[in-house]
């Protein structure tokens, strides 16, 4: 009887700790924001690598429209793939438990239509097709940055 008591003690204890680790992995660490966007907090290292990772997106968006205006197919493939999901191997892994669910959902989509971009160039080699697909991850980025700030978190 003592030990059907701790098994269940244990089942207990031991759903309350994934129930609060699932919490925190699809929640993240944020709270509202004076301008009315969600505040993510991340400590400077993990917030200079977001912002990095974001910056390469929006250089290789340029560099897939100046690869697009010039017929260089083979330079949209290699621009779009450096954005891709094979990139997000070189995010931290601290982050994912920051980051709420519907960012990292945000962010996956917009790495897999830069794959989509990609592909689907390799097949067609179409500038208008590359043109709307850049817009439709493009439009990614735009609901991410009108949602989501990054909040340096204070030093203890």
Same mark, same amino acid.
């Given at each position: 009887?003592?030990?059907?008591?701790l098994?269940w003690?244990?089942?207990v204890?031991l759903g309350?700790?994934v129930?609060?680790?699932a919490?925190?992995?699809?929640?993240?660490?944020? =709270?509202p924001?004076?301008?009315g966007r969600?505040?993510?907090l991340?400590?400077?290292?993990?917030?200079n690598?977001?912002?990095?990772?974001?910056?390469?997106?929006?250089e290789?968006?340029q =560099?897939?429209?100046?690869?697009?205006?010039?017929?260089?197919?083979?330079?949209?493939v290699?621009a779009?793939?450096?954005?891709?999901?094979?990139?997000?191997?070189e995010t931290?892994?601290?982050?994912? =438990?920051k980051?709420?669910?519907?960012?990292?959902?945000?962010?996956?989509?917009?790495? =897999?239509?830069? !794959? !989509?971009?990609?592909?689907?160039?390799?097949?067609?080699?179409?500038t208008?097709?590359?043109?709307?697909?850049?817009g439709?991850?493009m439009?990614?980025?735009?609901?991410?940055?009108?949602?989501?700030?990054?909040?340096?978190?204070?030093?203890?």
């Amino acid at each position: 009887m003592k030990s059907c008591k701790l098994c269940w003690t244990l089942v207990v204890v031991l759903g309350l700790a994934v129930a609060a680790f699932a919490y925190k992995f699809t929640v993240g660490e944020v =709270r509202p924001s004076d301008d009315g966007r969600v505040a993510i907090l991340l400590t400077k290292d993990e917030r200079n690598a977001l912002l990095l990772e974001m910056r390469t997106w929006l250089e290789n968006s340029q =560099r897939i429209l100046a690869a697009a205006s010039r017929n260089d197919f083979g330079g949209v493939v290699q621009a779009a793939r450096a954005s891709g999901m094979a990139a997000e191997a070189e995010t931290p892994a601290s982050l994912f =438990r920051k980051i709420p669910l519907e960012m990292k959902t945000l962010g996956f989509a917009t790495r =897999r239509k830069f !794959d !989509d971009i990609a592909n689907e160039t390799e097949k067609s080699q179409d500038t208008s097709r590359v043109a709307g697909q850049l817009g439709e991850a493009m439009g990614n980025c735009v609901a991410c940055h009108a949602t989501y700030r990054f909040v340096e978190e204070p030093s203890s």
